[in-house]
Nanobody
Framework: QVQLVESGGGSVRPGGSLRLSCLVS????????IGWFRQAPGKEREGIGC???????RYADSVRGRFSISRDNAKNTADLLMNGLNSEDEGVYYC????????????????????WGQGTQVTVSS
């Protein structure tokens, strides 16, 4: 059984930053990858980036250079640091768990991530 909980969402001014955190709980001691996704109203779910069990990272072109993903296996957390936020970044952000090497092998394909958090809202307003 796996549970993921996102936190850190909220409202930020244009150009501001937010750090989202994903807490992963599981009864199984297997290794896993973490993906970050977002969805704006009326738009398709978009892959943001992912980080493998051993720290390999991938980013979507839309966020590369602005967003950064990290993980702390001792704390069972994966963070998404978002810089230079604008209105196009608004949406509900989700973290998701996939099997090991899914990040490097499949990247931001959402169907490869089998466990999802409830999402956290990010709003950009002045």
């Amino acid at each position: 059984q796996v549970q993921l909980v996102e936190s850190g969402g909220g409202s930020v001014r244009p150009g501001g930053s937010l750090r989202l955190s994903c807490l992963v709980s599981t009864f199984n001691a297997d290794v896993y990858d973490i993906g970050w996704f977002r969805q704006a109203p009326g738009k398709e779910r978009e892959g943001i980036g992912c980080i493998s069990f051993d720290g390999v990272k991938r980013y979507a072109d839309s966020v590369r250079g602005r967003f950064s993903i990290s993980r702390d296996n001792a704390k069972n957390t994966a963070d998404l640091l978002m810089n230079g936020l604008n209105s196009e970044d608004e949406g509900v952000y989700y973290c998701a768990r996939g099997s090991r090497s899914y990040c490097s092998a499949y990247g931001l394909v959402a169907s490869r991530y089998t466990y999802w958090g409830q999402g956290t809202q990010v709003t950009v307003s002045s």
